[in-house]
């Protein structure tokens, strides 16, 4: 037996003599200048160790091994550069049928990944055919695979070199097994990877825009892996108005995907956990209820931690709220069949202000599927701070003035439950004196659209708390306005006047009998309508 260099092995020198004269010729015609000669030698290698005429004790992988890492390493390397494109690839082809039957991969690294940087992450001798970039990337993913005992970690530069290279390719397929590659990488170097981590989180934030909603969801999972390993909220910075467009992507698994990560970067990146709590509230309103579910479940895993974190807090709230029991009622909405425990209110409240802000900013937006999360959003964001919206009254009812004028059916129903919550949970003495109160001095135009607000809250409200004397001043206030608006604001304040008529009838039915009196034309008018 003769005694490998590694002392693994043991090979009678029989075996091994005989497999080298059979390669023997193949070897030498690898080196040799003819390109056809070359592309022939190569083609037959192939088939001796993987093809159709595969020499027999080669099955042994350990013997393939030996024999590959003594005698065929080198040679095939080199052909990485060879002029012809079919020898390249069947080269490459060859290193990766290596690598997926033969876990011993570390004593080609020296040749192997140097060869595979220049081919993929340099300008001068860059491979153009893009199947076999594909192969290197897939050969890169491969070895990272059979390397986890600190193998990498001397190639470990060049490595990322090339993933953040290859992230560019045009070949889609190559920036998908580049991210693979990342992937693997922070799971075999997790004490390394944060060094390269905003290096590698640039690159990927190029592929979170990619056409393919598969490549934009293989970058998540790779930015998600690196981002516990490094300087978290300076690599959230590079992808920020990345992760706004991916709150409303297309693809529902990728919006799934992002309410999962936020949930694991809320603790995190304290500094963003109000933009994350407010892309969880958002994903509530989801149409998909795959995506509501998460987005429940969100909430409450991070309730959970909470609790877990300030127990005391917790404590003091369910106490208070026991001794003031049955102040609120709860109207159930899917995904909510109940109301939201108290740990998920305090965590909502703790951010409120600034999450709040944030789904404005989307029920605002000028697209229609941006508006209906955004009203969604803020509908579920006053189930959980219930009376605490008081600190964001403003954005409540400005939601409910857009959904007045709003073209839109879905967001004139989200504008009208929110409504509803704010009667619910603000009372109709706050929400008057905050319409009216204060501004007793304002232009016929602001007084107009305070009063259709307050017209369209009370449309939504009970009968039974509607204060019969605020709901006249409004009937009255209404046909006023109606009289003297122009033409496009009569349409609103009839919509108006039509949506409170049912609420106090007598009331109503009382206003416009004396309004007959006075402006006929314009009271025979709404009643034609």
Not at 126 to 148: A, F, G, H, P, Y
């Amino acid at each position: 037996n003769n005694h490998n260099s590694h002392g693994e092995l043991f090979l009678t020198r029989t075996i091994y003599t005989e497999i080298c004269e059979k390669l023997n010729e193949q070897v030498k015609g690898m080196s040799a200048k003819e390109v056809p000669v070359r592309r022939c030698s190569v083609e037959k290698l192939d088939k001796c160790l993987f093809g159709t005429a595969k020499i027999a004790s080669l099955s042994d992988t350990s013997l393939l091994s030996v024999i590959f890492r003594n005698i065929l390493c080198k040679p095939i390397i080199s052909l990485l550069y060879d002029s012809s494109e079919k020898t390249r690839t069947i080269s490459v082809s060859m290193i990766l049928k290596y690598s997926n039957q033969c876990t011993d991969t570390q004593s080609l690294l020296p040749y192997l990944i140097p060869a595979i940087k220049e081919r993929l992450a340099t300008m001068t001798s860059t491979e153009d055919v893009e199947e076999i970039r594909l192969i290197l990337i897939k050969i890169i993913n491969q070895v990272i695979s059979n390397e986890k005992n600190g193998n990498l970690l001397p190639y470990l530069e060049d490595l990322v070199k090339i993933c953040t290279h290859c992230l560019s390719d045009v070949f889609y397929k190559v920036r998908k097994y580049s991210a693979k590659a990342i992937i693997m990488m922070a799971q075999v170097c997790p004490d390394r990877i944060g060094l390269h981590g905003s290096t590698l989180v640039k690159a990927l934030s190029q592929c979170l825009g990619h056409r393919l909603w598969k490549i934009r969801h293989i970058s998540l999972e790779a930015i998600d892996a690196i981002m516990e390993r490094g300087n978290a909220m300076q690599m959230y910075g590079i992808i920020e108005q990345q992760m706004t467009n991916i709150a409303m992507d297309s693809s529902h698994r990728l919006r799934i995907l992002l309410l999962r990560v936020f949930s694991s970067w809320f603790w995190l990146i304290p500094e963003k956990a109000a933009d994350m709590m407010a892309c969880i509230l958002t994903g509530i309103a989801d149409q998909i209820p795959q995506v509501q579910d998460i987005a429940r479940e969100s909430i409450q895993k991070l309730s959970q931690e909470y609790e877990r974190r300030h127990p005391e807090e917790i404590q003091e709230m369910l106490t208070y709220e026991t001794k003031h029991s049955g102040k609120h009622s709860f109207e159930a909405h899917a995904p909510l069949s109940e109301r939201p425990s108290i740990a998920e209110r305090v965590i909502v409240r703790k951010y409120q202000n600034k999450t709040i802000q944030m789904i404005y900013k989307e029920a605002a937006h000028w697209t229609l599927p941006c508006r209906i999360r955004g009203y969604g959003g803020m509908f579920f964001a006053l189930i959980f701070v219930e009376d605490y919206a008081a600190q964001n009254i403003d954005l409540f009812i400005d939601c409910c003035l857009s959904s007045i004028s709003d073209d839109d059916s879905v967001v004139a129903e989200w504008g009208r439950k929110i409504s509803r919550g704010m009667n619910r949970y603000l009372g109709q003495d706050l929400i008057y004196k905050h319409l009216f109160g204060n501004f007793k001095n304002t232009n016929n135009g602001e007084e107009m659209q305070r009063t259709l607000i307050y017209a369209h809250i009370i449309s939504c409200s009970d009968p039974s708390i509607v204060s019969s004397s605020k709901y006249s001043a409004v009937v009255e206030d209404l046909i006023g306005f109606l009289v003297r608006a122009n033409k496009q604001e009569k349409k609103h304040v009839k919509i108006a006047l039509n949506a409170v008529r049912g609420i106090i009838p007598e009331a109503y039915d009382n206003h416009i009998s004396a309004a007959k009196l006075k402006h006929p034309q314009c009271i025979s008018m709404l009643e034609s309508d």
